[in-house]
């Protein structure tokens, strides 16, 4: 069975910063893209960033170019997102996602799936 856990998620102010991470057990990653992303209160589940198997490729949405970084490390079957200068839109619920394939933006491409961790950022 296949299992994906975030965990570094936290009540940070304005301007810190916090790294998530994404452990997956079940299965390797090494072939798989992921991808993370987040859900505020009373919106839609968004797009956050994505790598694609290597980490040779990343990609992100427009609002968080610039301070948030995602990577990867195989060995550790662990994906991380470095989230900087965090902003109080930052807040939500940030997922972790895998998928067989090329990297997505959209989240019905993913097909594993972690519960979630609280990310929460005051002004």
């Known amino acids: 069975q296949v299992r994906l856990i975030e965990s570094g998620g936290g009540l940070v102010q304005a301007g810190d910063s916090l790294r998530l991470s994404c452990v997956v057990s079940?299965?390797?990653?090494?072939?798989?893209?992921m991808g993370w992303f987040r859900q505020a209160p009373g919106k839609d589940r968004e797009f956050v960033a994505a790598i694609n198997w290597s980490g040779g490729r990343t990609y992100y949405t427009d609002s968080v170019k610039g301070r948030f970084t995602i990577s990867r490390d195989n060995a550790k079957n662990t994906m991380y997102l470095q989230m900087s200068n965090l902003k109080p839109e930052d807040t939500a619920v940030y997922y972790c996602?895998?998928?067989?394939?090329?990297?997505?933006?959209?989240?019905?491409?993913?097909?594993?799936w972690g519960q979630g961790t609280q990310v929460t950022v005051s002004s």
């Open positions: 079940g299965r390797t990653i090494s072939s798989s893209a």
């Open positions: 996602a895998a998928r067989q394939d090329v990297a997505a933006r959209q989240d019905v491409e993913y097909d594993y």
